[in-house]
């Protein structure tokens, strides 16, 4: 069963994409190496050191959909392209959100290959914390292909929901494709089960999408963006 650990205490609201990751890695979540960057010149930097192409993705509080307000770049080949849409997304996010405090850019690593999932943990009103797991794209936002789950969970209802999908062939190499990591996908929906326990009532919600899940041999699966939401205990 998912160990609930320490008590967890959220400030109220949406977290920063950098908190939200640093508070899911915490709990056992493997997320993409990122790092926070406050000026041109470090996402340069940034860009020359992570070899490679990179995302830059605005980082504040105040703003949890940062591709709504231009605040997102993505596929940056090298330095220069790095510190032109750094400051491209920071104009962005000060012109639709004057009002906001934004700490810098996320650097992080473009992941290549790999299924995008979504997983997350939201509270019901009813019942409670509810852990869900689906594949991204399409098949969350129009089919619904989703598994859900009450908490507390044990592995093996992690691996039960991975495997209900109606999609579940595209995890388990479909077609040609590379079979991803499972048990990583399970170890991850555990990890999230437990940060939410942690958290207790002071968890509205906590978000992973997208997860890019791949083979074993390619390190399994991880966080590529994130958003945790707090909310006021009773």
Known sequence: MADAGSALHLPAGPLSEQRSMALLAEAGVPVV??????????????????????????????????????????????????????????????????????????????????????????????????????????????????????????????LAMVRELRAFAVLDGARGRPRVDLDSIADTLCALAGFAQRAGATLESAEINPLIARPREDGGCVAVDALVIGREAA
């Open 33 to 158: 190496p990122h790092r926070l960057v406050r000026t041109a010149a470090e996402a340069a930097q940034a860009a020359q050191e992570m070899g490679g192409r990179i995302a830059l993705k605005v980082c504040s509080d105040a703003i949890a959909h940062k591709s709504d307000v231009g605040g997102v770049a993505l596929n940056l080949a090298d330095a220069a392209g790095a510190q032109a849409a750094f400051d491209r997304i920071l104009a962005n996010a000060r012109q639709a959100r004057p009002d906001a405090h934004i700490d810098g850019a996320l650097a992080a690593p473009m992941v290549q290959g790999g299924v995008e999932c979504i997983a997350g943990v939201h509270r019901d009103p009813v019942f409670g914390p509810v852990l869900m797991f689906g594949l991204g794209g399409i098949h969350a936002e129009i089919l619904r292909d989703v598994a859900l789950r009450l908490l507390p969970i044990t592995r093996d209802d992690a």
